[in-house]
């Protein structure tokens, strides 16, 4: 296992392949699709997303949530030296139906989202996901999630005349490391700002009451 430490956006993007791989080997067989979900989860945009994928049901959406950060350890005691960041999270499997027989079904049927609920349970639960960079059998094996999946709800979170979806949250956490600052060639240019609360607002992009930006 590779104690290698990455930015955030290769666990991110590394947990969510890895939970549709995860989601395919258990319902494959029945799911329509299942694809990451960049959207929120608010009634109004995952309406319209579902709408979107109406012919691709059952459906599973894999998304990202929300987390925390606790820096670890620095690297070195070097100024600008990366940071090993903790990041505790939660990643969201949307469960989606349609079953045109009804409510029902969409709940309760051979495919639905009590089902679609349970596989993602079994797909998930109590796991850690692998990456495999390059080619077998030299290819390195980096630890995604140290923190195993652990489901924490299930929420009810769309009810349309046609379509049911249930949230299913898993909280768990990883590891990332932050921009190597001690690089000077690599470093942004310092941004200078000066606040005077003595400045009268002003209406413009970027220029909030009282501040100048250089």
């Given at each position: 296992?590779?104690?290698?430490?990455?930015?955030?956006?290769f666990?991110?993007?590394?947990?969510?392949?890895g939970?549709?791989?995860?989601?395919d080997?258990?319902?494959?067989?029945?799911a329509?699709?299942?694809?990451?979900?960049?959207?929120e989860?608010?009634?109004?945009?995952?309406?319209?997303?579902?709408?979107?994928?109406?012919s691709r049901?059952?459906?599973?959406?894999?998304?990202?949530?929300?987390?925390?950060?606790?820096?670890?350890?620095?690297?070195?005691?070097?100024?600008?030296?990366?940071?090993?960041?903790?990041?505790?999270?939660?990643?969201?499997?949307?469960?989606?139906d349609?079953?045109?027989?009804?409510?029902?079904?969409?709940?309760?049927?051979?495919?639905?989202?009590y089902?679609?609920?349970?596989?993602?349970?079994?797909?998930?639960?109590?796991?850690?996901?692998?990456?495999?960079?390059?080619e077998?059998?030299?290819?390195?094996?980096?630890?995604?999630?140290?923190?195993?999946?652990?489901?924490?709800?299930?929420?009810?979170?769309?009810?349309?005349?046609?379509?049911?979806?249930?949230?299913?949250?898993?909280?768990?956490?990883?590891?990332?490391?932050?921009?190597?600052?001690?690089?000077?060639?690599?470093?942004?240019?310092d941004?200078?700002?000066?606040?005077?609360?003595?400045?009268?607002?002003?209406?413009?992009?970027?220029?909030?009451?009282?501040?100048?930006?250089?």
């Amino acid at each position: 296992m590779s104690e290698t430490y990455r930015g955030f956006s290769f666990f991110v993007g590394g947990i969510e392949d890895g939970m549709i791989a995860a989601l395919d080997v258990v319902a494959g067989e029945y799911a329509g699709d299942i694809q990451p979900y960049a959207g929120e989860l608010d009634e109004k945009k995952l309406r319209e997303a579902l709408e979107a994928l109406q012919s691709r049901f059952p459906l599973y959406l894999v998304s990202y949530g929300s987390g925390t950060n606790t820096r670890e350890t620095q690297i070195s005691p070097e100024p600008g030296a990366p940071w090993i960041v903790r990041h505790d999270c939660n990643f969201v499997v949307i469960c989606a139906d349609n079953d045109a027989r009804g409510e029902a079904e969409q709940r309760r049927g051979p495919v639905g989202v009590y089902k679609m609920i349970d596989d993602a349970h079994v797909a998930l639960e109590g796991r850690h996901l692998f990456a495999l960079l390059g080619e077998e059998p030299d290819a390195e094996r980096v630890l995604l999630n140290p923190g195993e999946f652990l489901a924490t709800d299930v929420e009810h979170i769309a009810h349309f005349a046609d379509v049911t979806a249930y949230a299913v949250p898993f909280s768990t956490y990883f590891r990332y490391l932050t921009p190597d600052r001690r690089d000077p060639l690599t470093e942004i240019g310092d941004v200078e700002f000066e606040i005077n609360l003595l400045n009268s607002p002003r209406v413009g992009r970027g220029n909030a009451p009282g501040v100048i930006v250089r």
